[in-house]
């Protein structure tokens, strides 16, 4: 499994809060996404309904899933593709690299995929002497950085362009070294050139699918650059990275819930091109790979389903519950530690890698609400997250202290008057100390808020105070 | 037990389970009556209405498109586009009938040639199989008619469309293949394209083209 550092979550918290590279990318790019999606949903006004019915597809999915697992596959077969169960990462793994050896691949190109991270193919395939070259900018940039995606659908969102020109310069050996990089036209030029061989050279395309459809056995990806279509009709063999979840059964409910992928990632209508699979070259093909694989994956997944955690199969990857997210726009991805970054990484992390490697991400939350009122596919993740640290609690995973502070304050929130009592005293004290200001530089036992900010401190008066004086 | 068996057998146990034979029936029923879900109206209309919002979505996302009468214009189109767009007059096809009857010796010098795409070809043309208005895009399938590399390796992508094919929504593209292939039958692969190929992967700066091509031009036959 990928390399992990979801235990370290405070550690890459503090790192990330004081890189200013990373501070500068994510200000300054971060809310063009909300605005983008706020546009997008505004001249549709059916959008919210469509919301409804993509939600009650896949719930409708789960609820038969083993049925539409076996239809697909039987699909895909009748249309001469093949169809590989995976487990695990490592059976996973496993059957891409059959599949590449069989081919005699010495380099393969691939499409974006959070499955190929979730496995950590690339490393994989290096170790077995196959190149892997990803093909979709973002991907190829953080490739040649030995990064990981901090963004599910803007995988180098985290970098600033110069960061992108020095890659270049220290890879792209062949070109002239005294060429013009300094806009971002030329650095996705030159990364046009460079990859152009690759794909015209690869033995195997790889890519992931945004849906599998039951009724036709089809795979689809949805791309803006056109690398994905390159990467699966230039080569002999194409092979799908997917899970279990990805299923919807029939034409009509992928394109409904097509209508809000786009939206709510990148707010554009429908994304440039969305291309829809099956199996390989047809007889009189005169392009197209000649064998079309699917790895089917696990990973956890079924342990989901049942559960209060159901809902999250429900996810579509488009992102829009980071770009609305104010603790991820202030850590960037790679905080999170692990594939799947931001609120729906949050709840996905600790139910594939569990709780106790993942503890921290349930916290990473204000508990704002504004993932679950971007959410596409209307999944409660506040409600998971709170379900995550009920769990964390039952296990015991919380350091003591902090298992003291809550026994402290469950102590005193079953007794009302002392609760006032000490409050009243708490807010007047705080108050006092802040005077003229408004605001705590130094609070005693709370460093971990003020070494970042302020404390804006009590007006002097408790909640109880102030409602009881303004009551009418 | 296969990876296979093992994942179903944990998807049966979890999930709530009615009668069997209730569960299999709806799916069946779902898969073969393929209910449409809600269509926004945005694309419903007359054909006017569809070539309106077809060119409004696709001029959009930087595409271009134009509108003639006469299919045998076509040609002579082609040639104004490739020249004024400082590209060789050379263009590849596939063998798509409609494009195969055409009187390209209207286009002029135009040099015609067939297959599938290669990575010197600049320029391609295409027979769309359907564009829908909703969203400005153009759907097209695979095979030798219209070779799927055609739709990506040139840098300008020119497309025929005939007004009777430009519909309101996804779903009547849909319903057009289905008659074609028949019921659950898919070809290799169907490819929806809504405007040339772009990247905002770099600071979320939208540049054009990323991977695919620079330019998509739709010729809209009335």
Redesign the interface.
């Given at each position: 499994m990928t390399e992990m550092s979801t235990t370290a979550f405070k550690d890459n918290v503090t790192r990330a809060l004081a890189d200013d590279k990373l501070q500068f990318?994510m200000t300054?790019?971060g809310p063009?996404?909300i605005a983008k999606r706020t546009k997008a949903r505004e001249a549709?006004?059916?959008f919210d309904?469509?919301r409804d019915?993509a939600r009650d597809?896949k719930d409708?999915v789960?609820?038969?899933?083993?049925?539409?697992?076996?239809?697909y596959e039987a699909?895909v077969k009748e249309?001469g593709g093949h169809v590989h169960?995976?487990?695990t990462p490592d059976?996973a793994r496993a059957a891409v690299l059959e599949i590449c050896r069989k081919a005699n691949a010495k380099m393969v190109t691939k499409g974006k995929s959070m499955i190929s991270e979730e496995i950590d193919l690339n490393k994989h395939l290096e170790e077995n002497g196959i190149t892997p070259v990803e093909?979709?900018?973002?991907e190829y940039?953080i490739q040649l950085r030995n990064e990981r995606p901090s963004h599910i659908i803007?995988?180098?969102?985290h970098?600033?362009?110069d960061q992108?020109e020095a890659d270049f310069r220290r890879v792209h050996t062949h070109l002239d070294p005294k060429r013009d990089l300094t806009e971002?036209?030329a650095?996705?030029e030159e990364a046009?050139a460079v990859?152009?061989q690759k794909?015209?050279n690869a033995d195997v395309g790889i890519t992931g699918a945004n849906f599998l459809i039951?009724?036709?056995?089809?795979s689809i990806i949805v791309t803006?650059?056109?690398?994905g279509?390159?990467t699966q009709?230039?080569p002999k063999v194409h092979i799908v990275l997917a899970s279990?979840e990805k299923l919807v059964?029939?034409?009509?409910?992928a394109?409904?819930i097509?209508?809000v992928l786009a939206r709510s990632a990148?707010g554009?209508?429908?994304?440039?091109?969305?291309?829809?699979?099956?199996?390989?070259?047809?007889p009189?093909?005169?392009?197209?790979p000649v064998e079309y694989h699917v790895i089917?994956l696990?990973n956890g997944r079924?342990?989901v389903?049942?559960?209060e955690f159901q809902d999250m199969l429900r996810c579509i990857r488009c992102g829009a519950c980071l770009n609305h997210c104010p603790v991820y726009n202030a850590v960037g991805g790679h905080a999170y530690g692990w594939v799947y970054p931001g609120p729906i990484g949050s709840v996905v992390t600790p139910a594939l890698v569990g709780i106790e490697n993942a503890r921290h991400l349930p916290n990473a939350s204000t508990f704002c609400g504004r993932c679950e009122e971007v959410c596409p596919m209307r999944i409660p993740i506040p409600k998971m997250l709170r379900h995550w640290r009920e769990k964390e609690f039952e296990r015991h995973l919380q350091p003591t202290s902090q298992r003291w502070g809550l026994g402290l304050w469950a102590f005193m929130a079953k007794r009302p008057r002392l609760y006032r009592k000490a409050t009243a005293i708490a807010a007047r004290v705080l108050s006092n100390q802040a005077v003229g200001k408004g605001r705590l530089k130094k609070v005693p036992l709370a460093s971990g808020w003020t070494a970042f900010r302020d404390l804006p401190a009590p007006q002097g008066k408790t909640f109880h105070q102030l409602w009881k004086e303004r009551r009418p | 037990m296969?990876?296979?068996e093992?994942?179903?057998g944990?998807?049966?146990a979890?999930?709530?389970r009615g009668p069997e034979g209730a569960?299999?029936e709806?799916?069946e029923r779902?898969?073969a009556e393929?209910?449409?879900?809600?269509i926004?109206?945005?694309g419903q209309g007359d054909i006017e209405h569809r070539i309106r919002v077809f060119t409004e979505?696709m001029l959009a996302?930087g595409g271009t498109v134009e509108v003639i009468d006469d299919i045998n214009e076509v040609p002579h189109h082609v040639a104004v586009y490739l020249r004024d767009g400082n590209l060789p007059a050379r263009v590849r096809r596939?063998a798509d009938p409609l494009l195969a009857r055409l009187p390209w010796h209207r286009g002029g010098t135009l040099e015609v040639v067939e297959?599938?795409?290669v990575?010197e070809d600049r320029a391609s043309v295409t027979h769309a199989f359907a564009g829908i208005a909703?969203?400005?895009?153009i759907v097209q399938i695979?095979?030798?008619d219209n070779?799927?590399?055609l739709?990506?390796?040139p840098e300008a992508h020119i497309v025929v469309l005939e007004s009777a094919a430009l519909f309101a929504s996804?779903?009547e593209a849909?319903t057009k293949?289905r008659s074609l292939m028949g019921e659950?039958?898919?070809?290799?692969?169907?490819?929806?394209?809504?405007?040339?190929?772009?990247?905002?992967?770099?600071?979320?700066?939208i540049?054009r083209?990323?991977?695919?091509?620079k330019n998509m031009h739709v010729i809209i036959v009335r």
């Open positions: 990318a300054e790019t063009r996404f549709l006004p059916e309904q469509l019915q597809i409708h789960l609820d038969h899933l083993d049925i539409y697992l076996e239809t699909k249309a169960w995976a487990e059976e093909t979709d900018l973002g940039i803007a995988p180098a969102v970098l600033t362009r992108v971002i036209p650095l996705v046009r990859l152009r794909y015209l039951a009724e036709t056995g089809t803006n650059e056109g690398n279509d390159l009709s230039l279990i059964p029939t034409l009509e409910d394109t409904t097509l209508r990148t554009q209508d429908f994304s440039n091109y969305t291309t829809f699979s099956t199996g390989g070259r047809r009189g093909d005169p392009d197209g089917l696990d079924t342990s389903l049942g559960t | 296969s990876a296979r093992m994942i179903l944990r998807v049966r979890r999930i709530p569960r299999r709806a799916v779902r898969l393929h209910p449409r879900n809600l926004p109206q945005r979505m996302v596939g297959g599938p795409a990575d909703e969203s400005g895009t695979s095979g030798a070779p799927t590399t739709n990506f390796l996804y779903e849909w293949l659950g039958i898919m070809p290799r692969t169907v490819n929806m394209i809504s405007g040339p190929s772009r990247t905002a992967d770099i600071e979320q700066t540049v083209p990323a991977h695919g091509p």
